[in-house]
């Protein structure tokens, strides 16, 4: 997959438009939320295989489940990256834009590289939380 040439300012202004959407199952979730990173970034939908096909957590993870085998976040995440080429990267490699697994407990959720590089971008509550980079435990590159 290759960047586009503007995917800078694609990208960013992705973020902006997201900066204070709700976190909602099947409209930004951390999954889509991704894809939308990445399609700003390429221009490639890669959860064109997700998009409308649910609206709340139970639903959400029987799709991921149907399609990847697994109902985590981690086990779609690696699922589109094999799919789409995307290589595995030590998460201190990691670049802006590129999405990352971040662990909690037994959960995994999905955010992406923010823009100066130190942090990760991932839909919550009331929009878009940074989090430290420490919390990532997987990376891929776009």
Known sequence: ????????????????????????????????FVAGAIQAISGVDVAKELRGKYKTRSEAL????LLCGSPTMEAVAVYLANENGFPEVPVLCAQRGDPVVLKSGRRSTLGIIAMHGTEVLTPYRHGILRVPLSLATRAFRI
């Open 1 to 32: 997959m290759v960047r586009l040439s503007d995917w800078q300012s694609r990208l960013s202004t992705y973020l902006v438009s997201c900066a204070h959407t709700p976190f909602r199952y099947g409209h930004l979730d951390c999954g889509l």
């Open 62 to 65: 029987e799709q991921i489940t």
